[in-house]
């Protein structure tokens, strides 16, 4: 271990945490890959995208501790990766990592990344119980890259969002905040001190009166880096205010307003000021939108998800069959459409029962589903290569059921010859192709969350440690073999998380590289 460079160690280390890869500040979108496992019960389940993270998070954790045990010199080479990611799932533990950054004031300067999950609803401690001693690790935090928190930060924003702008303003790249409306001036005051920003998701909840903006609305606002905006929620006063501002970088938007029917954004003209370099566009809405008009203001975009339950116009130059109408001209640039909803289309599911109590909605909602499945074809979209159903309740439901019910296999059929005719990928949100449902014996490792992460915890703990004491016992290759062939190993473990995120339109292992 003495005859070791620290710069070798390090290098291992680094290989064996993922770490090694190109910095990626993306945020995963609708068309992150969600992922099949099988549960305790016997029965499949799906896991998010999200999920998928917290549990790398978790094996990453694991395994670097199970380094750190092996030894004191490994234990302060550990040390950096340990600290770059701050992965919270327990509100409590936010104070044990203040206590420790206060005895140790030289680990914030390995912090990269503070991500703050959603708590669960029997963790009796929230945000505010704990926000000074985050608000402390955010100000040591000097080089801090990314700033996530999945759980409400309703009433606690202002001083966090003056430790961000204090602390790590010139280095903050990727922002996720879930916050009231009622705090919407403040995050726009905020945005105007963050010019390093790439990735920006805000989800904003009903607020609790009139939203008052004052000095903030009309600020002449740019965000020279920005090129991911997410919203969701309660964001019409935020799109209003954002059409006016200046994105050069822009290039991928997703706005998704929930159940909300009414005071709904000008959508059209916010891509009329800012969708002419969109490459990606999600939109998720319950009322309909003009989808021509608004794929007439992106002409640069290559992947375009929607609500397949829009009772949209009907195209009026086909006169065999029925088609809505998605296009004034054809779109050449468009190769990916992201379906929303079709929870009607296959009759599986809760949406089966609500159909056979109200024949006549389903009847209507179906009858649009076809329209508008019948417009993605080569004619509207030449360049188009894939179709993904977007709902993951439907594909459960799908599962569920092993399939399409009798009554609505037809239309089941007459999608798949369409794709198949045109030589178009029909996927799911796994990105399996649709119909393809996991089957017993295609994997054998059960999986409940909690029984998953110990079993994994323990299996990758007695894998490092071997790898470790090869290292430390003789060996009568030359040491140089020795080490070259550790990094090989740790390669070939972290490839299975490498790649580009912009192959998968930001898939979520951007949250493997920090």
């Known amino acids: 271990m003495a005859d070791l460079p620290a710069e070798v160690w390090l290098r291992i280390l680094e290989l064996a945490a993922g770490d090694d890869q190109p910095l990626d500040y993306a945020l995963p979108t609708s068309m992150t890959e969600s992922s099949w496992f099988k549960m305790l019960s016997g029965n499949w389940g799906l896991r998010t995208p999200h999920e998928s993270c917290y549990l790398r998070e978790r094996e990453r954790l694991a395994m670097l501790k199970a380094v ?57 401690v929230h945000m505010q119980d ?65 010019p390093a920003l790439v990735s920006l998701h805000l989800d904003f909840a009903a607020p609790s009166g009139d939203i008052v903006l004052g000095s903030a609305s009309g600020l002449a606002l740019t965000l020279p ?8 929620g309660f964001v019409a006063e ?62 640069m975009l290559q992947t375009f998800a929607f609500n397949m339950d829009w009772r949209l116009p009907v195209d009026a130059s086909v006169t065999n069959t029925t088609v809505a109408k998605l296009v004034h001209s054809p779109h050449m640039n468009i190769t990916t459409i992201g379906c929303y909803e079709l929870l009607y289309a296959f009759g599986v599911g809760y949406a089966a029962a609500h159909a056979n109590a109200s024949p006549l909605a389903a009847q209507h909602v179906r009858h649009s589903n076809d329209m508008n499945f019948a417009a993605l074809n080569k004619q509207n979209f030449p360049n188009l290569s894939r179709i993904r159903v977007l709902d993951r309740t439907l594909l459960r439901d799908l599962e569920v059921a092993n399939g399409p019910h009798g009554s609505c296999f037809s239309r089941w059929e007459r999608w798949w010859a369409q794709c198949a005719r045109q030589r ?17 014996g295609e994997d054998d490792e059960f999986d409940d969350g909690e029984g998953e992460e110990e079993e994994g915890d323990v299996d990758d703990e007695e894998e490092i440690v071997e790898v470790i004491e090869e290292v430390f016992v003789q060996d009568p290759r030359d040491p140089l073999t020795v080490i070259r062939d550790l990094v090989e190993e740790c390669r070939a473990v972290s490839e299975e998380l490498s790649g580009s995120v912009m192959d998968q339109f930001y898939d979520t292992r951007a949250f493997s590289h920090y």
């Open 68 to 124: 750190a045990s092996t030894c004191k010199s490994l234990r302060q080479y550990v040390s950096e990766f340990l600290y770059k990611s701050l992965f919270f799932t327990n509100a409590a533990h936010i104070q044990t990592l203040a206590f420790l950054f206060d005895q140790d004031r030289n680990l914030g300067k390995w912090a990269r990344r503070i991500h703050i999950v959603r708590y669960p609803v029997e963790d009796k």
């Open 130 to 194: 704990v926000l000074e001693p985050l608000l402390s690790i955010v100000r040591r935090s000097r080089k801090l890259q990314f700033f996530i928190a999945e759980c409400p930060v309703l009433g606690s924003f202002a001083p966090i969002a003056d430790a961000l702008c204090c602390s790590c303003s010139r280095t903050l790249r990727t922002l996720h905040l879930n916050l009231s409306s009622d705090e919407m001036a403040k995050v726009i005051w905020t945005l105007d001190l963050l």
């Open 225 to 232: 880096n920005l090129q991911q905006l997410s919203l969701r």
């Open 238 to 299: 935020f799109i209003e205010e954002a059409t006016a501002w200046v994105f050069p970088s822009l290039r991928i938007v997703s706005f998704d307003f929930m159940h909300f029917h009414e005071d709904l954004p000008d959508i059209l003209e916010f891509l009329t000021h800012q969708g002419r370099n969109l490459t990606f566009l999600d939109i998720y809405s319950i009322p309909p939108l003009d989808v021509a008009s608004v794929l007439d203001l992106c002409p």
């Open 424 to 440: 178009i990928r029909l996927e799911d949100c796994t990105g399996a192709e649709l119909g393809n449902l996991p089957e017993d």
